[in-house]
């Protein structure tokens, strides 16, 4: 079953490979910037915010792990654990960034725990239906579709993640 296979393959990558990497993450590597122009999270006018645009300028800018947690944590597991399994209330108005690596890596599981509990719960049949219009990209998509590409999302950013705190320790910054 499909669902079986979704959370197998995030549970273990979250159980044997990002978290793992996670202990320790100090502040300092949370908000480095290996290159000029990062997107990060910002405070700006007393609110902490996350450098984006849409569409992605080309080329993309290098981003810190601080934008990639939030990025994980925030955009890819809470605001659609909210829209398709919550009250909808978390979007990317009313989300507080993390403006520690601590409450990165505390929202980050908190959302990922709340994600792939409800994916734990889905049947057969509600994992082929239709993800529906909130999701523009995925919305004629079934639900497992959606389901396999945050799990591909996850294990693309988590491994920058991982890069870049080698990097961080190497030295290079």
Known sequence: ?????????????????????????????????????????????????????????????????????????????GIRWSTHFGDGSLTLDTVKW?????DAVTELSRYYHLWVTAIQGMDEASLARPVGPQEHQWGNEPFAGLAFHLNREFVHHGAEVCLLRDLYRAGTR
């Open 98 to 102: 993390p403006s520690t690596a601590r």
């Open 1 to 77: 079953m499909w669902r079986d296979q979704l959370v197998a393959q995030i549970e273990f990558y979250w159980s044997y490979h990002l978290l793992p990497r996670l202990k320790g993450l100090t502040d300092e590597e949370y908000f480095w910037e290996p290159v000029p122009n990062c997107w990060s999270i910002r405070q700006v006018d007393g609110t902490w915010k996350i450098d984006w645009a849409w569409p992605t300028p080309d080329p993309a800018p290098v981003t810190t792990i601080a934008w990639r947690l939030a990025h994980l944590g925030v955009q890819t597991f």
